[in-house]
């Protein structure tokens, strides 16, 4: 919807009026027809991401700060139908995407905003958590959490230059949870078998999420 959006768009009414006023009919009437609230986590900025629940959910969805990321899929996993907003880099409180191993755990389900673009007004890059059914879930990229032990310098080049990877500490000294976005045509065993010759053993990965492919918006000549 949004890429035919941006493909139609022409005249003097700027592109981000658009976006928002649709943004924000789709999340007014389905919260009418099914109240839900959006949970979000401050630590990467109150201002940020107020910007960006406000332009993608409006003001008539109830919006629950948190501070980490914990708090959000914990207040996710109890409700119904809530969404969580997660900084797609947060790090501060540890791996939080582990919670979202299990199979009755929410998974993560979009990455906004969709319409990338340079001068974007609400920038701020997130996770969107929630529950959702299987066939109803764009695939393009999927998300999985990995634990590995021997975590250098090395293997970290190595995930990075075939799927985009956040990586924190864990467990022992050499440990690290990792959660990796594989992209469209990516394949997790080649990504699996780069950090194994890198030296690093895979202990465990687990599909926590998939979402679609962000849009790039080309600046018009």
């Not at 997660?86 to 501060?92: K, M």
């Not at 929630?130 to 990229?141: K, L, P």
Request: net charge neutral; hydrophobic share 50%.
């Amino acid at each position: 919807m949004m890429r035919r959006l941006v493909q139609r768009h022409k005249g003097i009414l700027p592109l981000d009026t658009a976006e928002s006023i649709l943004r924000v009919i789709i999340a007014t009437f389905t919260h009418v027809q099914a109240p839900f609230s959006v949970h979000a986590d401050l630590s990467a900025g109150d201002a940020m991401m107020r910007d960006s629940a406000r332009f993608h959910f409006g003001f008539t969805v109830p919006f629950v700060p948190h501070v980490g990321a914990a708090g959000v899929v914990e207040a996710v996993s109890e409700s119904k139908g809530d969404l969580g907003l997660v900084p797609a880099f947060a790090t501060t409180h540890g791996a939080w995407w582990t919670a979202l191993e299990f199979a009755s755990a929410p998974k993560i389900i979009a990455r906004l905003p969709f319409l990338d673009r340079a001068d974007h007004p609400a920038p701020l890059n997130v996770f969107v958590v929630s529950r959702a059914a299987a066939d109803a879930m764009a695939t393009d990229i999927e998300t999985w959490s990995l634990r590995v032990a021997g975590w250098s310098a090395k293997a970290a080049r190595a995930a990075s230059a075939l799927a985009e990877t956040i990586a924190v500490p864990d467990s022992a000294f050499d440990g690290a949870a990792l959660l990796i976005s594989v992209p469209p045509g990516g394949d997790l065993t080649l990504i699996k078998d780069a950090l194994v010759k890198a030296g690093v053993t895979v202990r465990s990965a687990a599909l926590v999420g998939s979402h679609a492919t962000r849009y790039t918006v080309r600046e018009k000549p």
